[in-house]
């Protein structure tokens, strides 16, 4: 069993810049794909970035692409989101999540381990 918890979260004025932090514990941190999600109100949640296991690999959704990176340490057993020039669509409550999947799965239905979300607020 693999717990997950966020942090880093808050408000910032657009263009600005937060990295989220994703500790976990339970499991060989090393062996799962590590993805970023966040959910809007009244919005599905919808995938952000995943990062691959041991070998670089990243996705991102074109929302975020060139502004948002994932990077994950394994020997820290966490992964982060650098968020740069933030927008006020940004705002949401954004979740980590472990896949025991080998490859980079952008749909929620491949993890199997979720944090309990950490809230970023982009205000104009």
């Known amino acids: 069993q693999v717990q997950l918890v966020e942090s880093g979260g808050g408000l910032v004025q657009a263009g600005a810049s937060l990295r989220l932090s994703c500790a976990a514990s339970g499991g060989t941190f090393s062996n799962y794909v590590m993805g970023w999600f966040r959910q809007a109100p009244g919005k599905e949640r919808e995938f952000v970035a995943v990062r691959g296991r041991n070998d670089g690999t990243t996705d991102y959704a074109d929302s975020v692409k060139g502004r948002f990176t994932i990077s994950r340490d394994n020997a820290k057993n966490t992964v982060y989101l650098q968020m740069n020039s933030l927008k006020p669509e940004d705002t949401a409550v954004y979740y980590c999540?472990?896949?025991?999947?080998?490859?980079?799965?952008?749909?929620?239905?491949?993890?199997?381990?979720w944090g309990q979300g950490t809230q970023v607020t982009v205000s104009s």
């Open positions: 999540a472990a896949s025991g999947y080998r490859y980079l799965v952008t749909r929620s239905m491949y993890y199997a381990y």
